[in-house]
């Protein structure tokens, strides 16, 4: 296991990873990127847990998706298959693995204040949580993409899916845009990252 994910977290946090996989029936795959999530968690038909996690991924964003993922494994074990896939029970399992990891040896500085709030309550996703994902995202490789919120008014922008949009005004937290081909009003997270237009 510490060979498959060496390179994917920080070096401080493998020992304490590992001990938190420490489990005959328990699986960590690696992933190709997926667009609609970061890792995932499922109990397979042979009574087997699998965690998997995008590789893509840079290697704070990636510990905390495999916290996250290793949470709903432990709350599942703890509370059974019927509780909420991030009710309470997961959250509290989230924030008690997480809190040996909330040190400066293994995050930098600047992101451990943004984690501490974050798990005062934790949601479902970290990209939810703006600050932070734009925090955790300075550590990607280099793109081409843009954010939303640095898009102009009135300029187009294409999605990983080729859908076109033309942004339009914000609302409290999110931005409305129209999608150019069908007229449809969506609503984009401030840190969604997207292809900007030549117009």
């Known amino acids: 296991m510490q060979d498959k994910l060496q390179g994917y977290i920080p070096e401080q946090s493998m020992a304490q990873v590992l001990n938190l996989l420490k489990h005959d029936n328990l699986t960590v795959t690696i992933k190709k990127e997926r667009k609609t999530r970061h890792g995932d968690y499922m109990r397979l038909p042979n009574g087997k847990h699998q965690i998997t996690v995008n590789s893509n991924l840079n290697q704070y964003r990636f510990l905390v998706t495999l916290i996250h993922e290793i949470a709903h494994f432990e709350a599942y074990k703890a509370y059974g298959r019927f509780i909420k896939p991030h009710g309470i029970e997961w959250k509290r399992t989230f924030q008690h693995l997480m809190l040996p990891f909330l040190n400066p040896t293994i995050f930098p500085n600047n992101l451990l204040s943004l984690l501490a709030k974050h798990f005062k309550n934790p949601k479902a996703s970290s990209d939810t949580d703006v600050n932070l994902a734009l925090a955790l995202k300075q550590f ?60």
């Open 140 to 199: 990607d490789k280099p793109n081409n993409k843009t954010y939303i919120f640095e898009v102009p008014i009135g300029s187009t922008f294409k999605l990983y899916n080729g859908k076109v949009f033309k942004k339009s005004q914000k609302r409290v937290k999110r931005y409305e845009c129209i999608e150019i081909n069908t007229g449809k009003l969506y609503l984009f997270n401030p840190n969604a990252e997207v292809e900007l237009l030549n117009e």
